[in-house]
T-cell receptor, first 111, second 114 residues
Framework: QKEVEQNSGPLSVPEGAIASLNCTYSDRGSQSFFWYRQYSGKSPELIMSIYSNGDKEDGRFTAQLNKASQYVSLLIRDSQPSDSATYLCAGYSNSGYALNFGKGTSLLVTP | DVKVTQSSRYLVKRTGEKVFLECVQDMDHENMFWYRQDPGLGLRLIYFSYDVKMKEKGDIPEGYSVSREKKERFSLILESASTNQTSMYLC?????????????FGPGTRLTVL
């Protein structure tokens, strides 16, 4: 079973702080990873994708991938209350069709 | 912008009814997916399709079937709805196979089976 693991949280950070969300995966063949944000009662929306080892930055968001350690992370700088949501990590299975999703980490940004 | 639409946001059905959930995407994507999402269980893949009339079982296909007669439309069918199929159903689409394509989600259908 190819798994993507996330700490369910909740992760609570004060407004303006850096939120660090982590994800590990078991399938060494996974090449591409995605972070989705999901507000309560809504569908997931893409935040970041990352395909290569290292960091990828987009505004306040930085995704990090370490394939040797099978580890993906998402940093949110200057966290805002509007960032409060569940963050889903996902990686492709060997078949290349299906994304394996983690169960998500709940983030709460307190004013 | 990619747009994935689902036929209903909320649906209430009775046990034993046949239920159709429709999904339409407007970006000419080859791949389409149906997931269900339940608290504590995360997103689970029911079926996916990589071309018209082609389908593959996901992790939890039991009790479901699908139909893809046109490239833009992917239907999920509950032949005889049961209470354990009460869930949030999410449709997604992506460009093509290759293991790097973003999946875009529709707004979801919250189905309640009484």
């Amino acid at each position: 079973q190819k798994e993507v693991e996330q700490n369910s949280g909740p992760l609570s950070v004060p407004e303006g702080a850096i939120a660090s969300l982590n994800c590990t995966y078991s399938d060494r063949g996974s090449q591409s990873f995605f972070w989705y944000r999901q507000y309560s009662g809504k569908s997931p929306e893409l935040i970041m994708s990352i395909y290569s080892n290292g960091d990828k930055e987009d505004g306040r968001f930085t995704a990090q991938l370490n394939k040797a350690s099978q580890y993906v992370s998402l940093l949110i700088r200057d966290s805002q209350p509007s960032d409060s949501a569940t963050y889903l990590c996902a990686g492709y299975s060997n078949s290349g069709y299906a994304l394996n999703f983690g169960k998500g980490t709940s983030l709460l940004v307190t004013p | 912008d990619v747009k994935v639409t689902q036929s209903s946001r909320y649906l209430v059905k009775r046990t034993g009814e046949k239920v159709f959930l429709e999904c339409v995407q407007d970006m000419d994507h080859e791949n389409m997916f149906w997931y269900r999402q339940d608290p504590g269980l995360g997103l689970r893949l029911i079926y996916f399709s990589y071309d018209v009339k082609m389908k593959e079982k996901g992790d939890i296909p039991e009790g479901y079937s699908v139909s893809r007669e046109k490239k833009e439309r992917f239907s999920l069918i509950l032949e005889s709805a049961s209470t354990n199929q009460t869930s949030m159903y999410l449709c997604a689409s992506s460009q093509h196979t290759g293991g790097s394509d973003t999946q875009y989600f529709g707004p979801g259908t919250r189905l309640t089976v009484l």
